[in-house]
Nanobody, 116 residues
Framework: QVHLVESGGGLVQAGGSLKLSCSAS????????MGWYRQVPGKQRELVATITTRGTTNYPDTVKGRFTISGEPGKNLVYLQMNSLKPEDTAVYYCYLQLPGPSDFWGQGTQVTVSS
């Protein structure tokens, strides 16, 4: 089984920054999409950012310009740099991995809380 381990969540004031990290166990995945989703209780889980092994990134308008996703070449690592955080960014953030097939894997989530 593939396991995703997240870190970097916490409490930050509005306008501040946080950086999330995610590491996937197992072999190096040469063809994959990794990224981040977030979920608030009572709401649907939503896309935050994705990145492919080719470096192609995708962001919704809600975070574009504030969040940056990146990966470490040669390793199953993905990061999410979050700047200019807003209270509406408060959510549980989940690391995501999609392998060819497709086959999807999720981390356990890390809490991000932005105070006003």
């Amino acid at each position: 089984q593939v396991h995703l381990v997240e870190s970097g969540g916490g409490l930050v004031q509005a306008g501040g920054s946080l950086k999330l990290s995610c590491s996937a166990s197992g072999p190096i995945f040469r063809q994959a999409t990794m990224g981040w989703y977030r979920q608030v209780p009572g709401k649907q889980r939503e896309l935050v950012a994705t990145i492919t092994t080719r470096g192609t990134t995708n962001y919704p308008d809600t975070v574009k310009g504030r969040f940056t996703i990146s990966g470490e070449p040669g390793k199953n690592l993905v990061y999410l740099q979050m700047n200019s955080l807003k209270p509406e960014d408060t959510a549980v953030y989940y690391c995501y991995l999609q392998l060819p097939g497709p086959s999807d894997f999720w981390g356990q989530g890390t809490q991000v809380t932005v105070s006003s």
